[in-house]
């Protein structure tokens, strides 16, 4: 359950990402809401799988996702670059966020 918390955690960081985008420095009502109601939804999932899981990769792997789809996102909707040296350094991340799972034993 502490990873399905987490993994929901993640999505709800790339949706709070994703609207602090659309809100043009706090500008937009409806996206600077939304970016507050996601954030607090993130870090509440955050808290509640942090009660079973270590720190470390549980950090590593929520960041992971908020990045790695934030970029992903951005890519697909905003027409930010895709290229073979972008998509190595998000295999990358995905690569770190795993390895420091696996190496903690959990």
Not at 10 to 20: N, P
Not at 75 to 88: A, L
């Amino acid at each position: 359950m502490a990873w399905l918390l987490l993994l929901l955690a993640g999505f709800a960081e790339i949706g709070s990402v994703i609207s602090l985008k659309r809100a043009e420095g706090f500008k937009k009502f409806f996206p600077t809401v939304s970016c507050l109601v996601f954030g607090s939804f993130s870090f509440y999932f955050l808290s509640l799988s942090l009660k079973v899981l270590p720190i470390g990769p549980a950090y590593a792997i929520w960041t992971s996702i908020g990045s790695v789809g934030s970029v992903l996102v951005g890519m697909v909707y905003f027409k930010e670059p895709r290229n073979s040296k972008r998509i190595f350094l998000i295999l990358c991340i995905i690569i770190g966020a795993v390895g420091v799972k696996i190496t903690s034993g959990q």
